[in-house]
């Protein structure tokens, strides 16, 4: 029998919705249910079908199954455009929810904590009391994920009316399905709540152990990613959840393995005998294996998994390398990621075999790919001393092929090698010189060139080589004329003839002169500078013994690898990326202020589709070749070789005359007058305008305290101010007031600021982005810092008894503490004096051994109370602070303003 | 992220950290499970159920029931039913069909050498047992197959095989052959935690066709059917293929429907083949040359011989060619490369049915490849 439901997609006759109407309120049943079925399929479609609402929902008390779906479907598309009308909607799914038919009563509670309208919110409360307590499983089970659903509309009224209690009962259900259901919802509500809503204690924890047994294999996921939150009490609580958890891998469902495989690494560390830690090892490999056979995306979560763990225990997988070759039909973003693997496994042991393959990838015809693998070459080659001689040796091979690419990514890759053993290899130079005309990619040719600088004296027409290329120099890319700049200096020091000495001329003046790039004019002066005070420092700078590169193949930071293995399975771990970067709704806590460094890090893109692949993983990690040019020119900034730094002015007028330069970089006015308030935007970046200013709290009101001063030549007019969205929302309460600023004047404004105008998302920060712009002038934008203590409000003093109330109702999670070493609190009236003006009330002191406890409130907009509590030894350096606060993601903010306040 | 089927991308969207191999292994049963076709024209013609089963399938994000047969409880919506394992007429009852399918994986790299060589195995079960139970309340369907099962009518069955640790287990000599099984995984009605205490295989089928086991074993196996191949350009313009191909297992066992794909360069044409068994073909499209050999016994050597001509201009620069491996499938009834051994298959059942295990062995090639050209 096949379908004929497509016909529903094919009424395109005008005046369709008239047409529906009238069927929706035919007296047929038959009629009526089609009519539905194709409101659906335009709704499905993209129609808006939204005017169809009432006479939808006329059609919703029917006996009819099917028929009572569809119309649901239908509510949860359209009840947020009709919130008035979804209302009437309510009374049928009070009265579905209390219907014979399980099936009835389960559909009205999902799909009611499927529409998002807060009025139908309200009566979904009763209703689903109900169906958490209701006799049948389905029911129950369906019902725990409703409260989730309603946490995510409005947690409060989950926690209000008791919900909480509710699903945590339910882990204690008899139906493992529910258990597992009801943990799914536990667990989301926790990812979403700053408050601890669902602990694991060792109760629950075998609970769950038990459930586990029995439930579906999705069950088993939601179970065990729960669990592997749990931290067990010592390693013979982690021995014995390790053990029963191990059957798991045996299952035919990749997600529960690799779930239950990122249960025993989290349980592993607490483990210390070492012989269960081998066996669990050789216990987990075979499963990790058989992932690979699976689909190719779940292969790539696998891969991406695996990256992960042979990162931190490499044995797992050390003789499995040979699962990690090609196959000839893995999709590309399979391969690249089998490749990433095959080099962290490679040992001197391997090697033969690995090069065998790596050599059989490069004469592939993808080119992203063999380009990955004539890589893979050269970082094995520098991580395995022993092999490295073998490696060159295929690299030479493939750069005899003469296919374009493959040879200038050997040479970037020997580059590499060169600066991992110096003075080893360079027998070579001479095949490489011969491919020197059909480089055409920067980093190839930028390799290519530090080659040539850095083996200057080795190679007899190394300054023939080098002006080949300064012909075309104004044309190249930065990289290429950075490194043309560093190697000709380089043949200048090394042969110091008449050749080298011209070039050196022409190179200079192209790249200060000619360039509007400041990092190469930047370059180019320090070396020019070096060179005309002091050729034998130069020297020493220069063509220092340059630090010993290491195979990057390793590249996640240690804790940050921790927090991805604790996420194995979920999109972190295939990102490589910790949760809180990609996701804007994850709770704020207070540790993880420093997530912005990871921000940037590691690839861009989630490949997930074949179309995509090439982008993400490909990016290779580039840091090795980048080491190579910092590297290269580090040592110029080596404080310990260079040269003091105090004639530089003096130095920079030189160089300015001899190279008829005009830029006049304006002078940075000593000190500003007035206030000493931070200079923000200096003239020298602002051009002529300076810009300083705080953030000032005065009689309960915010100000932004700014001081404009204007060193150009001519007036500056039409100011005007906008703050980026930060932390605390901060706006300005009204326009920028300026005057026309005349050359050679200045402005003190006090700007009144409102809170909480545009809040940013994430975990606060103290950063406040500004921009200030003029008529005359591009958009200036600075940073400041948002200094909490500005903001405490005169409201946040507390009494004793109830300080201490509110102490002890925080939970510990809340109590977070930061010991800032270089502050001394020298008179203890003066400090508490100096801390009350800035509306941090003072407490009670007590005396804990030699050390002085004090404590104090403070209070921010909106509530927020901070208790405190400082730990000192008066007149000694040190002072540990405690704070209490219902929003720990503030602490951060608040250390950084305790400190200035107890600094001043 | 999402999966490609046919003509149809599943796609599932998250705003939080979710769990990405729950999620595609989800996908993938999606289609694996319930649609056997699954494409544009059948969702259109089905959009009903569609929406009804990613209902019941998946809530607030959260994948719930993928199997069928109990999906199939929860949706009535009968009428253009396209799916779910049709039960053949009831005429063979209360049997137990168990077809232990083992793939090759074999990976031979330019010199001749087997770089990679592993089994999956697989132990594919039908089951026809009658359910005694005569059941109304939908609602309680999975009730009935995770738990109740036992105690009302699904019968309990117990696998036994040559398996060498559980040989040992039980003291018994490992006379004759006992295999090492590497990595075993089960079907979702495998009591887990009875086989990792015991390794007893116990499990309660659920009725229809599905995977008891699968396992993998990575001992080095001979290759199957070898081939070589000796390419010879003649000239700019003719290329000429020697290939032999070889049996290399026991001569009462004969491979059937062998198919060798030899890659060709693309530009070859006039093709001219002689083979001493078998048919060649020219597939243009695949840039192959397909050899069928439908029955291939053991011990047995066949030789083909191919020219082609190629167009003669060729372009100066060094272009890589398609490296394309030499792949071949096949099928050996009757025969195992482990050597598994289904020992016994005991159903118990309480009622005093007698249902009847009948088992099948039959080795495939899967991954196939010899990078010979």
């Known amino acids: ?904 | 992220m999402f999966i490609q089927h046919s003509n149809v991308y599943l796609m599932a969207a998250s705003r939080q950290n979710c769990n990405a191999a729950s999620l595609i292994s989800f996908l993938h049963s999606v289609v694996d499970h319930y649609f056997e076709e699954l494409e544009e024209e059948s969702l259109r013609d089905n959009f009903v159920v569609v929406y009804e089963l990613l209902d019941e399938m998946m809530d607030f994000g959260y994948p719930q029931y993928t199997e069928a047969k109990i999906l199939s409880e929860f949706i009535k919506t009968d009428a253009y039913r396209m799916e779910t394992s049709q039960r053949p007429p009831m005429a063979v009852t209360n049997a137990v069909f168990l077809d232990v399918v083992e793939s090759v994986n074999i990976l031979v790299n330019t010199n001749g050498q087997v770089i990679r060589s592993d089994v999956v195995g697989a132990l594919k079960m039908r089951t026809y047992l009658r359910l005694l139970l005569g059941y109304s309340d939908v609602g309680l369907v999975y009730m009935l197959v995770y738990k109740a099962a036992t105690c009302c009518g699904m019968p309990e069955c117990k696998l036994g095989l040559n398996d060498r640790v559980l040989l040992e287990a039980q003291g018994r000599a490992t006379k004759g052959k006992a295999i090492d099984l590497e990595d075993i995984k089960f079907h979702q009605c495998v009591r887990l935690a009875r086989f990792e205490n015991d390794r007893t295989i116990s499990f309660i089928p659920p009725d229809g066709a599905f995977d008891l086991m699968t396992y993998r074993l990575s001992t080095q196996v001979k290759p199957l059917i070898w081939v070589e191949a000796q390419v010879e350009k003649h000239s700019r313009s003719r290329v000429e293929i020697m290939v032999k191909a070889r049996s290399q297992f026991k001569e009462r066992s004969t491979a059937t429907n062998v198919e060798i794909e030899l890659p060709v360069p693309v530009d070859a044409s006039n093709p001219n083949i002689r083979t001493s068994m078998g048919s060649a073909s020219y597939a243009p499209e695949n840039d192959a040359l397909m050899w069928k050999i439908k029955s291939f016994p053991g011990g047995k050597e066949y030789m083909l011989r191919a020219e082609f001509s190629l167009s003669s201009i060729t372009a100066e620069e060094a272009t890589p060619e398609r490296k394309a491996p030499i792949r071949v499938k096949f099928e050996i009834p009757y025969f195992t490369v482990s050597g598994i051994q289904v020992r016994y298959l005991k159903i118990i059942e309480k009622s005093g049915y007698q249902a009847l295990p009948w088992v099948r062995y039959i080795t495939m090639a899967g991954e196939y490849e010899l990078r010979l050209i």
């Open chain 1, 1 to 904: 029998m096949s379908g004929h439901d497509s016909k529903y997609f094919s009424t395109t006759k005008k005046g369709e919705i008239p047409e529906l109407k009238e069927e929706l309120n035919s007296q047929y049943k038959d009629k009526r249910k089609d009519a539905v079925k194709k409101v659906i399929a335009a709704m499905t479609v993209g129609k808006d079908v939204s005017s169809l609402f009432t006479d939808v929902v006329n059609c919703m008390q029917t006996e009819n199954l099917e028929l009572k779906k569809l119309v649901y479907l239908y509510l949860i598309n359209y009840a947020k455009s009709q919130p008035d009308l979804a209302i009437l909607a309510v009374n049928t799914f009070v009265k579905d929810s209390q219907d014979p038919n399980p099936l009835i009563r389960a559909l009205a509670v999902r799909t009611m904590g499927c529409i998002r309208v807060d009025k139908i919110t309200e009566y979904l409360c009763d209703p689903l009391q109900r169906c958490l307590k209701d006799d049948d499983p389905y029911v129950r089970k369906t019902a725990a994920i409703c409260v989730a659903k309603l946490y995510d509309i409005n947690a409060e009224l989950v926690e209000d009316r008791g919900f909480l209690e509710s699903v945590k009962d339910l882990i204690s259900d008899n139906n493992p399905m529910v258990v597992a259901n009801a943990v799914a919802a536990l667990t989301e509500i926790q990812d979403n709540s700053v408050r601890p809503v669902f602990e694991i204690t060792s109760h629950t924890l075998s609970k769950l152990l038990t459930a586990l047994n029995e439930c579906t294999e999705w069950g088993q996921v939601f179970i065990l990613d729960a669990l592997s939150r749990y931290k067990a009490a010592d390693a013979r609580e982690a021995e014995n959840i390790v053990e029963r958890v191990t059957p798991r891998l045996q299952h035919a469902n990749c997600a529960v393995v690799l779930s239950a495989v990122k249960m025993i690494l989290q349980q592993m560390e607490l483990i210390t005998s070492t012989d269960v830690v081998r066996n669990l090892c050789k216990k987990m490999a075979p499963p990790l294996v058989t992932l690979l056979s699976a689909e190719p995306e779940i292969q790539y979560v696998a891969l991406r998994n695996i990256n992960l763990i042979v990162q931190r225990r490499p044995t797992i997988l050390a003789h499995e390398i040979k699962v990690f070759f090609c196959k000839y039909n893995d999709p590309i973003y399979v391969k690249m990621e089998k490749l990433e693997i095959m080099i962290k496994l490679a040992s001197d042991r391997n090697i033969d075999q690995v090069l065998l393959e790596f050599k059989e990838y490069a004469t592939e015809v993808d080119v992203d790919f063999v380009r990955k693998a004539v890589r893979a070459i050269g970082r094995c080659a520098i991580k395995l001393e022993r092999a490295a001689e073998r490696c060159i040796s295929v690299l030479l091979e493939l750069i005899k092929i003469k296919v374009n690419y493959v040879v200038q990514e050997a040479i970037i890759v020997i580059k590499d090698i060169f600066r991992r053993y110096p003075n080893t290899y360079e027998s070579i130079i001479a095949t490489l010189c011969e491919s020197l005309d059909t480089l055409d990619e920067p980093e190839a040719k930028a390799s290519m060139i530090w080659i040539i600088g850095e083996y200057a004296e080795r190679i007899d027409n190394a300054d023939e080589l080098l002006e080949s290329f300064l012909e075309s120099f104004p044309e190249e890319p930065a990289q290429v004329q950075l490194q043309l700049l560093t190697a000709t200096v380089k043949l200048f020091l090394k042969k110091p003839t008449e050749g080298p000495q011209q070039m050196i001329q022409v190179v200079l003046n192209n790249a200060t002169v000619e360039t509007d790039n400041p990092d190469l004019r930047d370059r180019a002066y320090i070396y020019w500078r070096l060179l005309s005070t002091d050729p034998e420092a130069a020297k020493d700078i220069v063509l220092a013994e340059k630090p010993v590169i290491s195979d990057d193949s390793n590249l996640l930071e240690p804790s940050l690898l921790d927090e991805l293995l604790a996420n194995i399975a979920t999109l972190s771990s295939v990102y490589h990326k910790p949760p809180e970067t990609f996701v804007t709704r994850v709770k704020a806590t207070a540790q993880k202020t420093e997530d912005d460094e990871y921000a940037e890090g590691s690839e861009a893109g989630y490949p997930e589709s074949s179309a995509h692949s090439a982008d993400g993983p490909t990016s290779p990690p580039t840091s090795s070749s980048n080491d190579a040019h910092v590297g290269a020119t580090r040592p110029a900034s080596a404080p310990s070789t260079s040269p003091p730094a105090a004639p530089v002015p003096d130095l920079m007028g030189d160089l300015l005359g001899m190279s008829n330069n005009s830029i006049v970089p304006v002078d940075q006015p000593s000190t500003p007058p007035g206030p000493p308030l931070p200079v923000l935007l200096p003239a020298s970046t602002g051009q002529g305008l300076q810009i300083s200013a705080q953030l000032k709290g005065q009689d309960g009101q915010i100000f932004y305290n700014l001081l404009f001063e204007n060193n150009s030549q001519i007036p500056l007019d039409g100011f005007m101010i906008q703050f980026n969205k930060n932390s605390l929302g901060l706006a300005a309460a009204g326009p920028l007031q300026v005057p026309q600023l005349l050359p050679g004047t200045s402005v003190a404004i006090l700007l009144p600021m409102v809170l909480f105008q545009n809040m940013s998302a994430g975990p606060p920060s103290s950063l406040l982005q500004v921009a200030v712009k003029n008529n005359q002038q591009p958009v200036w934008y600075f940073n400041d810092k948002i200094s909490l203590h500005v903001f405490f409000t005169e409201d946040g003093r507390m009494e004793r008894g109830s300080f201490l109330e509110t102490w002890r109702s925080l939970p510990d999670s809340n109590e977070i503490s930061k010991d800032l070493p270089g502050i001394t609190v020298n008179g203890v009236e003066s400090t508490l004096d100096r801390l009350v003006e800035s509306n941090m009330f003072f407490i009670a002191k007590r005396k804990h051994s030699n050390q002085d406890v004090f404590y104090f409130s403070a209070k921010i907009p909106r509530g927020v109370a901070f208790l405190i509590e400082l730990t000192t030894v008066v007149g000694t350096p040190g002072v540990k602070c405690a704070i209490k606060t219902p929003s720990p993601e503030m602490a951060p903010l608040f250390f950084e303003a305790i400190e200035t306040l107890l600094k001043s």
